[in-house]
Every structure is written in C-alpha cells, then in structure tokens.
C-alpha cells in the first residue's frame, strides 16, 4: 500500500499511479519521484505475472469463470441493485454486533451512507472524528450509515478492534468486517477511506475517495441530494 500524496488515501500499490491520474489530474504530481525505483520494480513485476501465458489448466479456469460471470449477469437483469453504471451493489453482511445488513432492505427505509474504512488507516480515523460523526448527529434519523472494515493496512481487525475504534472517535453506527473481500471488490474499493452516498433507489449520489475535499459540506450536499 501507499499513501496518496494529494487526498492522502492508502492505494495498492500497482494501482497508484492510475489513482492519481484519475481522482487528481489537476495536481502536479510527480509519478517519477512519487514512486521509488523499488516499488517501480515490483508494480513491473507484478504487471509482467498478469501478462504470463496462460496454461491449458488455467485456460479451463477461465472459461468456468466466464460461465460463473454470464451467470452473475442474467440474475442482475432481474436484480438492478447488482449491476449497472452509478447503481450501488446489493449485498449482505454480518455486523460486529452479530445483526444481518443488507444494503437493498436499508434502502427500502432511507438512503445510506456507506463507508470503505480500515480502523489503522489515519486518514480514516480523522475523517470519523472530524466529519462523519457530526453528519451522524444531524442525518442520522434519516439517513442509515454503516461502514465496512477492509482490513488493508495493519494489525488484523476483529469486532473488539472495530469497537475500541467506534467509542474512540464517536461513531456508534454499525460495522461489519468483509472478511472475504467480495462486496470490497464489487464496489471496485483500493483504497481508504472510500464512502459512497446512495439514495433510496440505489442511485450512487456521490463517492468520495480518501477525505472529502470540502469536509462536511460535500457530504452534507450530496446526503441532501439522496433525501430529495
């Protein structure tokens, strides 16, 4: 992982530079001396793993994958929550509190803020103490929030860790651990904090990678745009 120097947020490594490039092509950013020869070298070797031919046996793997992804898609005609430009992903996780969420039945009640977060990652810690939680005292009875712990950097997270976390920096909410990293990946998640703002028909209204560059402003703007 690897700081981005602009928004601060924690990036895999071999997606750094597209991450710059993409959330921030109005800053300077030096990629050449941003990124050091070693971590140059490892993005290359990692770049060169992917472009290895494939085996007869992995040509098998693909194709399975490729019945495993027709699959995934004729169930997201029928299901909108699961597919579709700007259209959040439907999914269902266990809390740390041992509760079932699942995002289209929160939805059905009041749109959701709904966070990517890492209790290691600093940035996320000052945007829970310094952000999220007074948006938590002012929208709370109308708007559902709730974060999911990716566990990217550091010690490994558990329900105590998270806990500690939440009575440290004043966010009650509910979290859950995405152990298996499935509804991480379906949000297309690298990096911390990332928080998406969805409104009561699955419309993803805004997402904000790493801190929000206008603060409580930009959330309070985009959760008034969810609840119309």
Not at 45 to 60: D, I, L, N, S, Y
Not at 91 to 105: C, K, M, P, V, Y
Not at 136 to 149: E, G, L, P
Request: proline share 4%; with cysteine.
């Amino acid at each position: 992982m690897k700081k981005c120097p602009v928004c601060g947020a924690s990036v895999k490594l071999e997606n750094f530079e597209r991450h710059v490039k993409n959330q921030h092509p109005r800053d300077a950013v030096d990629l050449a001396s941003a990124i050091t020869k070693e971590e140059r070298r490892k993005v290359t070797q990692v770049e060169a793993r992917r472009r290895q031919k494939v085996t007869p046996g992995g040509f098998r793997i693909v194709l399975i994958v490729a019945a495993i992804v027709a699959v995934i898609l004729a169930v997201a005609i029928i299901n909108p929550f699961n597919t579709g430009p700007g259209v959040a992903p439907d999914f269902t996780l266990t809390t740390t509190e041992g509760s079932t969420f699942r995002l289209s039945e929160a939805l059905s009640v009041q749109p959701v803020l709904l966070e990517f977060m890492d209790v290691d990652c600093e940035y996320c810690q000052q945007e829970a103490e310094n952000v999220l939680r007074y948006l938590y005292q002012n929208y709370s009875s109308r708007v559902r929030f709730f974060s999911v712990d990716v566990n990217f950097v550091g010690a490994n997270d558990d329900a105590g860790r998270i806990a500690t976390f939440k009575l440290t920096y004043g966010t009650p909410w509910s979290y859950a651990l995405d152990d298996d990293g499935q509804t991480t990946r379906a949000y297309g998640v690298n990096s911390t904090p990332t928080t998406f703002i969805i409104d009561r028909s699955g419309k993803v209204v805004e997402k904000v990678v790493g801190a929000a560059p206008g603060g409580y402003a930009t959330y309070q703007t985009a959760l008034n745009e969810a609840l119309g």
